[in-house]
Every structure is written in C-alpha cells, then in structure tokens.
C-alpha cells in the first residue's frame, strides 16, 4: 500500500517513531542516508518493528558507513535500481524527513 | 481508490519557521484547492507548532504564519487534522489551535494516508 522511506538517524531524530505510529503490515519500509542506521540491532533500530513488515536499506548508503555487515538480520539491503522498483511496487511513497 | 482519483493528503511535520517548509505546503495545499482539487491537510509532530496562537513572525523578520494559514476555510479548505498524541506531547490543548482541526490518533490517522490517493510531505 504505501512505501515509507525514512532519512534520518532514530538516534537523532524522531522520524522513525513517527513512520511506525502509521506503518501497517501492508506497507514496506526503505531506509536510506542516515535513516540506514535504524537497520543496525539496537533497542532504537527495528527491534520496536513488527516482523511482518518488509524493511529495506539503500546498499550504498549502508556500505559508506560501514555498516553494511552489521545490518538486523530481517533488513533486505537494496540498490538504485531496487529503490525504484520499489516505489512501483506500492501504491504511493511517504517521505519522513 | 480509482485511478482518477486526485485527493491529496498534505503532511505537516516540520515547526513555522523552519525554512521554507510551511510555506512550502501553504502554497501547494492552495494550489490545490485553486484548482478545486480534494486536499486535505494533517499536522503533526512539531507540524502541530504552525497551530498554536500568539505568533509573531515579525521578531525573526518572518511572515506570522498562523496568520497565513488562517486564509484555509476562504479557500474551502475545511479538512484539517492534527495528530493527537503530536499536541499531547508537547502540552497543547486541541482548544487553543488557531484553525479549527479534527484531532485524530490511531485507525483515523492511517486512514487519512491510506484513502487519499496522493501523499505530499512537508
């Protein structure tokens, strides 16, 4: 239904929080720029995220961090090409910034 | 949703004087409804601070955006939603917005994202 794509670091924005209060099991979400460091295992990361929803992370974001091996195991890294694709797949996209 | 269908939901996220971001979606919430367009327009997080009364933009050299956003029902813009627990947050009671806004929380505030047919964030 709706692709969500989150730029910011939950650790120093609200943005993630904000993205969840509306998320549902039919939506996706797609990190990219800073937003890749809520894929890293930590209590501010995905670990308040249901299972259910997909969550993908902008490869290239992830890899000039160097976090790319770090990544929560249910995060499905994802290029240029991806992202498009992705915001095909779903109906319409909302930014969190 | 058909494919025709051309509501907007504008998303209000970011306080009054931060940037151009509310004018930002001032100007395309008006644009809209310009062209007659159904638009409907939600505040939340800091959003919710566009709201509140006593502003006075002149002290930063800014135009008073309260007093903007007040031109809304001229231009029938009557769908106007604030997030509940956004203005509960930061101890602002529904009473004291400066346009009349339906607060909503929960199933009503997906809803608001998931039957307009497009998204516009600010």
Redesign the interface.
């Known amino acids: 239904?709706?692709l969500h794509i989150v730029n910011k670091s939950p650790f120093q924005s609200?943005c993630l929080n904000?993205c969840l209060?509306?998320i549902?099991p039919e939506d996706a979400l797609l990190l990219i720029e800073d937003g890749v460091y809520a894929a890293l295992d930590t209590p501010r990361g995905l670990a308040s995220l249901a299972p259910a929803i997909p969550v993908y992370a902008l490869e290239a974001d992830c890899r000039a961090r160097g976090i790319l091996d770090q990544l929560h195991a249910s995060v499905k890294p994802t290029d240029d090409h991806g992202f498009v694709e992705l915001t095909l797949a779903y109906?319409?996209?909302?930014?969190?910034? | 949703m058909q494919e025709a269908d051309k509501s907007l939901l504008v998303v209000v996220r970011h306080g009054p004087y931060q940037g151009q971001l509310a004018r930002e979606a001032l100007d395309a919430v008006l644009t809209a409804a310009a062209f007659e367009q159904p638009v409907s327009l939600l505040f939340m997080d800091d959003g919710v601070f566009q709201l509140t009364p006593n502003q006075d933009g002149s002290a930063i050299d800014a135009k008073n955006l309260a007093t903007m956003l007040a031109v809304l029902p001229m231009y029938d813009v009557d769908r106007v939603y604030v997030e509940l627990d956004s203005l509960n947050l930061r101890a602002i009671s529904p009473e004291s917005l400066t346009l009349p806004a339906t607060p909503v929380g929960g199933h009503a505030l997906r809803d608001l994202f998931v039957n307009n047919a497009h998204l516009l964030s600010f």
Not at chain 1, 91 to 97: H, I, L, M, N, R
């Open positions: 239904m709706i609200d904000s209060r509306i549902s109906a319409k996209s909302q930014s969190w910034f």
